[in-house]
């Protein structure tokens, strides 16, 4: 099993805090279509499962992005807040937002095949392309 730790962070603006009880220490980069138009890049986020709160919900915009998945954004900055697999309950915060971030290493990428050519990573991560992920996830 990976190895976790509780980890705390914000928004750009201080509005929406969050703390979550087991946070990945793996992080995982995105590359699906959703993900780069959604922030003009890979989303780099660490599992931080179902245990999480967040300090001012009425703060939060959740867009439903797919059947499956909604995105949650600060409503005053506009900070990406996370992406949470509603059936599985688990939340997928940025990297970035946390207030330590020295133990996260670059673990995986997903959509490989999906990925724009302005981009790459030089880590040696595991990848998945759009087929893999769906098989492993039983989703169409």
């Not at 995982?28 to 279509?33: D, E, F, K, Q, R």
């Not at 880590?123 to 087929?131: P, R």
Request: proline share 2%; charged share 20%; with cysteine.
């Amino acid at each position: 099993m990976e190895e976790s730790q509780k980890g705390s962070g914000s928004c750009l603006c201080g509005a929406v805090s969050f703390k979550a009880e087991a946070v990945a220490q793996h992080v995982g980069a995105c590359h699906c279509g959703m993900c780069v138009n959604w922030g003009g890049g890979p989303l780099l986020a660490v599992d931080c499962g179902s245990d999480i709160s967040f300090s001012d919900e009425s703060s939060i915009n959740r867009y439903q992005s797919s059947q499956w998945a909604e995105r949650g954004f600060c409503k005053s900055c506009g900070t990406h807040l996370f992406y949470h697999l509603k059936g599985a309950d688990r939340y997928m915060v940025p990297a970035g937002l946390f207030d330590d971030k020295s133990g996260f290493t670059l673990h995986h990428q997903i959509f490989t095949d999906k990925k724009p050519g302005f981009y790459d990573f030089a880590n040696d991560t595991e990848n998945m392309t759009e087929a893999e992920v769906f098989a492993r996830s039983g989703s169409t």
